[in-house]
């Protein structure tokens, strides 16, 4: 089977490790990768994250932490990820004493850095989207490997996408239980779709997985 | 003796449950409370808070999250902490979908909401201050119980007071290693300075509360 260009958020969990392990090996090798956030790292603790890598070795692994402190307080966080490819942060924190420091940080550790410049819920618009160029401009100066632009207002995915070019990975929440259906993020220039409660509450996640696999088939999607 | 308006944030301790333990007993009662993040939580767990809150019961417990996510992640994440009587999130998230649901939440459990406006990198002049307006007035319909502004550019904390009035808590992190003097923030109209390495890296942190203490009493700063 091709991997769909999913990621699955594992928050609705809720740090029960046994069932973490299970949907990971269950969808192992049918979706990109997982992600794992404060929902799951603080009632199990980092080893929540090696479980995950062991059910599923070949899996990006993205700690969704969105990281938003100062460079000294997230490094200190960060030093705990081993398990991690990839970690998630606020690119409203600005380059100078915070985000150049977690940049520098990963790079080194060889994890990729993701920038939130929009995200999926209604006050998004209170404050984050009107700052929206000033956030691409702090992407543009930091580099990352990936940001994340939501589904629920995809023509933010476009002019992410236009601002930042074609090699950034944008990664793109929202799908589901927050209303976007999936393939809206890659319809309009995502990389990959974050998909939670939808796969995560679903007494049969592999059937939503070939849904969601017919439905990326008929928008003509293309699998990684 | 008198309790100093002092936060002291245990990041720079590591997770290192004794370490913890033992400041926050040596300190107990000198200081106003604690302050405890990632650095700590995430390869402690919960238990490290059920630690600050046997050492010293009376202290104020501040869950310094820095939480910036949508309600269903904060609130998920929020349910971990039954010994925190403060919970720290960004204001730059928004009202909708975000902190009105995590407000209700604390409410219903009896914990107080901080939210950052401002903060004590540089790097906060790049997005956050140029939108203080806009998280100023988040804050002002969120209604929490406290601010965090950074000693750093104290004006911002003289904004903040002028625009959110005199029963708001402001919360100020900077000094020390990040480079205002202990009393900067309280001169300039905090409640509560908050103040990390200086304390916890000191061999006596003891005599390092009774510096702050001749500083603020030269200041003229009422302890509580």
Known sequence: MERLS???????????????????????GSVE????????LLPAGPRIGEAVRQACPQAMIIADLKLADIAYTMLQ??????WADAVIAHSFLGVEG????????????????VLVISMSHPGSREAIDPCLNRLINIARAVRPWGIVAPATRPWIIGIARRELGPHIKILSPG??????????????????????????????????????????????????
């Not at 966080?77 to 081993?82: N, V």
């Not at 799908?175 to 995560?200: K, S, Y």
């Open 6 to 28: 999913i990621i699955v958020a594992l928050d609705a969990l809720g740090g029960n490790i046994e069932k973490v392990e299970k949907l990971a090996r269950v969808l192992c």
């Open 33 to 40: 990768g997982f992600k794992l956030g404060w929902p799951n």
């Open 77 to 82: 966080t960060a030093q705990h990820l081993p």
């Open 98 to 113: 915070a985000l150049d420091g977690l940049k520098e940080y990963l790079d080194k550790n060889n994890k990729k850095l």
């Open 175 to 224: 799908i589901g239980a927050q209303g976007a259906e999936p393939g809206t993020a890659i319809r309009n220039g995502a990389d990959l779709e974050i998909i939670g409660r939808l796969i995560t509450r679903s007494p049969n996640p592999e059937k939503i997985i070939n849904k969601i696999k017919i439905n990326y088939n008929k928008s003509n999607i293309t699998n990684n």
